[in-house]
């Protein structure tokens, strides 16, 4: 099973609101990530989990807060963004140092509409 | 800094037509070199991961091949099931499990 799971699969949300994004994966997978992608372009990393530590940010806004409360769950969350944040938001795990097969795999996406 | 740029952009092919997409790279240490496919509106799908020069994989229609500088996913017979965007990426050694994208290749297979 190579399953990633994120809900929900469509979001709209107003400039003020606050919301959640959460992704699942039972493969005993210790690297979890988030990406985010715009129409045509490739998908661009945001944040990298190992071993349920944040050891990559890439300089993304503090209006997205990401949480990895344990090994199968990540989860992140939004305030206060702005419309050009509309993308389709993937997560992504894979297996960990020192392991070879690094492939990461990824959910189906969550489409957020920022109005 | 890493870089991955693919070629074509778009790609369209009659079914049966046989073809490659390229994929050249530039990495401090290269760890893993990986092929997506992508739906419109889904995520990427895994492919194939290649590791060290010389090396390829196949799965039914597809075949992946890799050399120090760049990486070519061959498509035999291509179906109109084959058309979506061809994702490479790169994970370099001491990246910390980054994967480095690609622009992708956008490919259409027509009856």
């Known amino acids: 099973d190579t399953e990633v799971t994120q809900t929900p699969k469509h979001l709209v949300m107003g400039m003020t609101n606050k919301k959640s994004l959460k992704c699942e994966q039972h493969?005993?997978?210790?690297?979890m990530y988030w990406y985010k992608q715009k129409a045509k372009k490739p998908p661009e990393l945001m944040f990298v989990?190992?071993?349920?530590?944040?050891?990559i940010n890439e300089s993304v806004p503090s209006r997205f807060s990401p949480e990895c409360p344990n090994s199968s769950l990540l989860n992140l969350h939004l305030h206060a963004l702005q419309p050009e944040d509309s993308a389709l938001y993937l997560c992504?795990?894979?297996?960990?140092?020192?392991?070879?097969?690094?492939?990461?795999?990824f959910g189906q996406g969550t489409r957020l509409t920022v109005v | 800094e890493d870089q991955v740029t693919q070629s074509p952009e778009a790609l369209r092919l009659q079914e049966g037509e046989s073809s490659s997409l390229n994929c050249s790279y530039t990495?401090?240490?290269?760890?893993?070199l990986f092929w997506y496919r992508q739906d419109p509106g889904k995520g990427p799908e895994f492919l194939f991961t290649?590791?060290?020069?010389?090396e390829e994989k196949e799965k039914e229609r597809l075949k992946a091949t890799l050399t120090k500088k760049e990486s070519f996913l061959h498509i035999t017979a291509p179906k109109p099931e084959d058309s979506a965007t061809y994702l490479c990426?790169?994970?370099?050694w001491g990246g910390g499990n980054k994967l480095t994208f690609g622009t992708g290749t956008q490919l259409k297979v027509e009856l």
């Open positions: 992504a795990s894979s297996q960990d140092a020192p392991v070879m097969n690094t492939e990461a795999f």
């Open positions: 493969m005993g997978h210790r690297a």
């Open positions: 989990y190992s071993y349920e530590k944040l050891s």
């Open positions: 990495v401090s240490g290269l760890r893993g």
């Open positions: 290649l590791y060290s020069a010389g």
């Open positions: 990426a790169v994970q370099a």
